[in-house]
């Protein structure tokens, strides 16, 4: 099982630019690693999703080096709108996750002006 | 397009109660989940299906039961309630990696 540790809270400004990393030391070979986004009474929203090196999408960075034990979300520039809970998920890409998703109990961003 | 949507929205139960929570998704996803959030906590799996007419236990199943009869439905069903499951109970449909999640049920059980 490819347990995953975050920070708890991060706080930063508007205009910054946010790393958040997730180890997942126990990652399998057929894992795949995805974060999520949640707000206050919302379900969480897809982010963004990389198996090994870096991944690029219109809102965030996906950092996995090579040994993949951990990956960094990069957040270019936040807005207070970006101030949401943020979650890694390592799972299984044959199974579909099966039992063995566990979101953890992510990462709380503050963006303040 | 509705993607995942999930009935009731918020549901007040006495303790010993029954209910079924329905999800229910236009996306053709082979794969149904269910979790429950409480607060300050992260996403813990209840149950989950790969495919119609499967189903399967997550890490918290007890106390629940769930069905996938078609392949766009997910019910969660609680035969007796307890004051323990009050929570927010979100479901999601997958096509095997990116997960699609509803808008959440909100239950408080007295």
């Known amino acids: 099982l490819a347990k995953t540790t975050q920070p708890i809270s991060m706080d930063s400004y508007e205009g910054q630019e946010v790393n958040i990393t997730c180890s997942h030391n126990?990652?399998?070979?057929?894992?795949?690693i995805t974060w999520y986004q949640q707000f206050p009474s919302q379900g969480p929203r897809f982010i963004i999703q990389?198996?090994?090196t870096k991944v690029t999408n219109e809102v965030a960075s996906l950092f996995i080096p090579a040994d993949r034990k951990s990956s960094t979300l990069s957040l270019p520039r936040v807005s207070l709108s970006d101030t949401a809970v943020y979650y890694c998920?390592?799972?299984?890409?044959?199974?579909?996750?099966?039992?063995?998703?566990?979101f953890g109990t992510g990462t709380q961003l503050k963006v303040e002006l | 397009n509705a993607g995942v949507t999930q009935t009731p929205k918020f549901r007040v139960l006495k303790t010993g109660q029954s209910m079924t929570l329905l999800c229910a998704q236009d996306?053709?996803?082979?794969?149904m989940y269910w979790y429950r959030q409480d607060p300050g906590m992260g996403l813990r799996l209840i149950h989950y299906?790969?495919?119609?007419?499967?189903?399967a236990k997550g890490e918290v199943p007890d106390g629940y039961n769930v069905s996938r009869l078609k392949k766009q439905n997910f019910l969660l069903g609680l035969e007796s309630a307890a004051p323990s499951q009050t929570s927010v109970y979100f479901c999601a449909s997958s096509n095997g990696e990116t997960q699609y999640f509803g808008p959440g049920t909100r239950l408080l059980v007295l």
């Open positions: 299906s790969v495919g119609e007419g499967t189903t």
């Open positions: 990389g198996y090994k």
């Open positions: 126990n990652i399998a070979t057929n894992d795949y």
């Open positions: 998920l390592v799972f299984n890409i044959l199974t579909g996750g099966g039992n063995k998703l566990t």
């Open positions: 996306m053709n996803h082979e794969y």
